[in-house]
């Protein structure tokens, strides 16, 4: 994947706070959607159970409800210098994220025109609190609904790499902050009021809210080479082939089929599923991506979800 020199980035869709901290508290409002790792985005009980009690920190990862905790402030001084060239993407992963953001969210204002509300994403450390409640790390990116943002801790993407053994890389973690804004259109959208909260199955409403996040992540991609900026030019240039094959590597690591055999209790339990397989999730990533249409990620209205 590679990003175009010389241009310019807006931080502005970008809360970091990184410096802050803020304790876990209570609020409103159901999280949804991770990066699918079964430890992010997830009702908690309905976490647990796909997770089997092996999730280490997990139970406390969205525990109670709430907002903006004391002490949390967005700084995104240090984040304007790093990357004030658009070609810092290339070898910055916060730029990277950055220009990812930007460029998905012209994608969608593209798609939805005035329907689409842009919304930032928030970068944390540690822990952070949301709308949705207090999240750790442990959590995994997610996208809060009541407060329309999205949340990730971006140490993530190497806890994707070392604890899943995904081969990583720009275009991955783009495919992972194209899902949370997945999640972000369904609410747009209303797509995720179909779903009752801590539905599971390998055919419920949840499974089906997440393998369409996955579709949509794979037609921005489609797009991504194409969609300008406020320049006029798009911000990305290349993405190969390579980049597609670590995706669908990354996305055949977070199926619930691979959690649960690998990282949770062995047994894979198809009750419990919540993201989809990773077939399932390989399936709907191609599907948006060979397309590039999102109104071919309508897994609401199909019996045939792979």
Known sequence: MRYREGGSLDTSAVQDRRGGGGRLGGGRGLAVGGGGLGVAGLVVFVLIQLL???GGDVGSALSGLGGLGQGEQ???SQLEQACDDSGDANTSVDCAVVADIESIQDFWTTQLGERYVP????FFSGQVQTSCGGATSGSGPF???ADQRV???LSFFDQLQEQFGAQGGLFVNAYVIAHEYGHHVQNVLGTNRQVTPGESGPTSGTVRLELQADCYAGAWANHAETVPDDSGQPLIEEITQDDIDRALDAAGRIGDDFIQENLGNGTVNQ?????GSSEQRQRWFLTGYETGDPAQCDTFGTDDLG
Not at 119 to 122: H, M
Not at 271 to 275: C, V
């Open 52 to 54: 089997g009690g092996g």
């Open 74 to 76: 967005a700084d995104n």
């Open 119 to 122: 919304t930032d994403t928030v």
């Open 143 to 145: 996208y809060c609904p």
């Open 151 to 153: 949340y990730i801790d």
């Open 271 to 275: 009750d419990a599923f919540t993201h």
